[in-house]
């Protein structure tokens, strides 16, 4: 299953820099901008990225009173899974320490099941995702990226 999830979210983001990329052809009024779904041929499963989450808690790697060779933090996010039996997909991050803050730059899968189109949930799914970050300190930012809405027109 994770070598699946892999392979669809490889597909995913490679989808979106082909079609991010205008073309001779794509430039005409009829193109439309790539959106943030893709829905996977012959398949029950599309890839959708998760506009935010929630910064649930962060604590130190080094438990206080112990001596330890690398500190850090650890940080946990909470993501709402847009499906009732959706799973969360890769989660991938790029930290930035600068001025006693850490910028957590966030991008995070939802592997939608077309099942959960037909059911209805009491409260949408949640899934907890943990990074560790060494030797970053300070209040943590979270900043999430999601693909681009438009694309630039170049003059070819």
Not at 102 to 121: G, Q, T
């Amino acid at each position: 299953m994770q070598r699946l999830i892999f392979t669809l979210t490889a597909l995913f983001f490679i989808s979106l820099s082909i079609a991010s990329q205008p073309s001779f052809s794509q430039t005409d009024s009829s193109y439309k901008a790539p959106t943030n779904n893709l829905e996977l041929k012959d398949s029950p499963y599309s890839l959708r990225t998760i506009r935010g989450g929630v910064l649930k808690h962060t604590e130190s790697l080094c438990p206080e009173g112990h001596l330890c060779l690398t500190d850090g933090i650890l940080i946990t996010i909470e993501f709402t899974l847009q499906g009732c039996i959706d799973q969360l997909g890769p989660v991938s991050y790029h930290a930035v320490q600068k001025d006693g803050e850490v910028d957590l730059y966030v991008n995070a899968i939802n592997v939608h099941d077309v099942k959960s189109n037909s059911m209805r949930c009491i409260k949408m799914p949640t899934k907890e995702y943990t990074i560790r970050l060494a030797n970053y300190f300070g209040k943590v930012n979270l900043i999430f990226l999601e693909p681009s809405d438009h694309y630039r027109e170049t003059d070819n």
